[in-house]
Each structure stands twice: as C-alpha cells, then as structure tokens.
C-alpha cells in the first residue's frame, strides 16, 4: 500500500525503529504491613505484686528503651529494698571498725543490691536509696526496648512472677505481604529490590528485598503471595497499613517496538513497516512480553526497520478498503 507524503501527513503518520533493548517488566502489586514474629517480646512479671498505674496508655503507643510503661507494689520489692538499707546500714558501721578485719569477697550489701538490679530497679534509683533511705512505694517497670507497646496488663491486675505484663514490638524493620498475579509470578525471585510506596507520605519510597516467595495459590483470585522486608527506621509503618509494591524485573536484551505500533486483533498482531518510497507493509509479528511502552518482538521484524507508531489504525482501514475489490471481483461491463 503507497501513501503520498500529503496524505501521510494529514493523517498523522509517525515512524520509530524496531531496535534492541534492555527489557525491563515492573510488577507492581498492593500489601500490608506485618511485623517480623520475632521482633515481638513478651515481658514478664519478675516478682508477685499489683499493677498500679499505665504511663503507657495507649495499644501500640511508640516508647523508647528506657521508658517507664506501669508502675506496681509488691511485698517482695518492699522486704528487698528493706533488706538493701539494713545492708548498708550494717556495712557502715563495720567499715569504722578496724581496716585490717578481712572482708567477705562478698558481702550482703551486694547480695541486696544485685537483687534489686535483677528486678529492674536502675542505679539512680539504688543512688536514692543511698541518700534518703526511705524506700520507693512502687517500682517503675521500663520499656526494655524500643518499639510499639500491646497487651498491657489493666491497672489493679494483681500478678504473680512470670505473669505477662505488656508485650513490645520492635518494628525497625518490617515486612510487607502482598498478592501477586499469576502472570507476575515467574519473574519474581527472592532477594530481588523492591520499593514501596505509601498514600499517607506521597513521595517517599522505602527500600527492600523480596525475602520469601509462599508455596500457596488461591485459586479464586488467582494470585500468589511474596513477602518483602525493609527498614523502618522512622517508626512511622505500623501493621496493617496498606502498601504499592513495585519491583523492576529485568529480562535481558531483546527486539522491541512501542507499544502503540501492534495491532491486535485477538488471534494475530500486525504491525505496518514502512519500506519507503510511501509504502507501507502490514506485517504479522509475534509478540513477547507486554512491557511498560513496549512490545517484544519475538519473530517477525529486524532491528532498525521502521514501524508506524500513530495512525495505524487508519492505515488498517485503508488497505481494507483497498483490498475491496467492486462488483464483488466483476470487471465492468460497457454498460457499466
């Protein structure tokens, strides 16, 4: 089929190469974020007592090591404090005493303060102790790491030693789960970049790794599940927020043409090369991957052979109509 340069015109006809590129998928795929089961603690009661106060309130309130999360009374933290000022009291008055009597290697006073120690009462607290020597009416019990407090044990909860008091979970890092397509799955591997995306801080992308592919499929939805992990450092994920996961998937060199320049009509694709001279060639080609912009070509063109990438479409119906022939293939007659 010719077209004159004018007519080309008119109807909008753009060219480009078939050339040779890195090929490239992005797959992309909605998740929620989880936290790793083991970044989450559960702290145990050290001695019998009852909670008194929460100074953190709030499930999934963010604290730093350190933080005080409730306070308690106990009959035990209250006999061990008595039992570190009577230590000390005695350890005084036997230091008047003559320099050469030999020591214990060790004595009660570091038997009661290593008590103390044991139950979480820090060095400022036992410096107090040495100074006032009046006891505390309730022990402080500190976040023993950073990260998101759950479970809190109620105020007034009586407990004993090993009781759960709160459980804190360290979400430095987190992972997200997500439902990917059955086409997507092959071009996944583990230990693959991804980057994720969140609607709440358009903008930023937080980096991570594909760190399992699950061995399941649901069938109804048709959709596999993989599992990315990434830092948190800011604390600002939480679980169950929704995720955009998008990986980049590279598929080595191949011939490709831009998207716009395959025509499918379902059981073929058909691409219109010009051969110059205003002549244009409908081509069958087989197609490969559907690429971001692009088509593989697996079979059917070379590289460097110009393709039309606009107005293809009416370059179909023109050679259609030229492919017509009148009075259904009669030649005409005189009469005619």
Known sequence: MQINPEQQQMMGITLEEARVINLQKVVRLAGRVSSEPNNARSIPAKFAGSVQDLFASSEFQYVNKGDPILSMTSQEFTAAQAD?????????????????????????????????????????????????????PAIIVRSVSSGWVSNLVKPG????????????????SVSVLGEIQEMDLPFVKVGQPAEITFDFQPGKIW???????????????RTGKVKVKFPNNSALLMPNMIADIRMRCSLGKGLAVPESAVLSTGQRSVVFVAKGSGIFEPREVKVGFRLRQFYEIKQGLTAGEKVVTAANFLLDSESKLRAVPLNNGRQPSPQD
């Open 157 to 172: 909860t009586d407990v004993t030693a090993g009781n759960i008091l709160y459980i804190v979970i360290d979400l430095s």
């Open 84 to 136: 570190y000022l009577t230590a000390l009291s005695s350890n005084e008055k036997s230091s008047k005493a003559d320099s050469q009597t030999a020591t214990p290697e060790r004595s009660p006073l570091d038997s009661a303060r290593e008590r103390l120690l044991q139950w979480d009462f820090s060095t400022e607290e036992i410096a107090h102790l040495d100074r006032t020597r009046q006891p505390f």
């Open 207 to 221: 980096k991570g790794k594909v760190t399992a592919i699950y061995m399941e499929f649901d069938a109804r939805t």
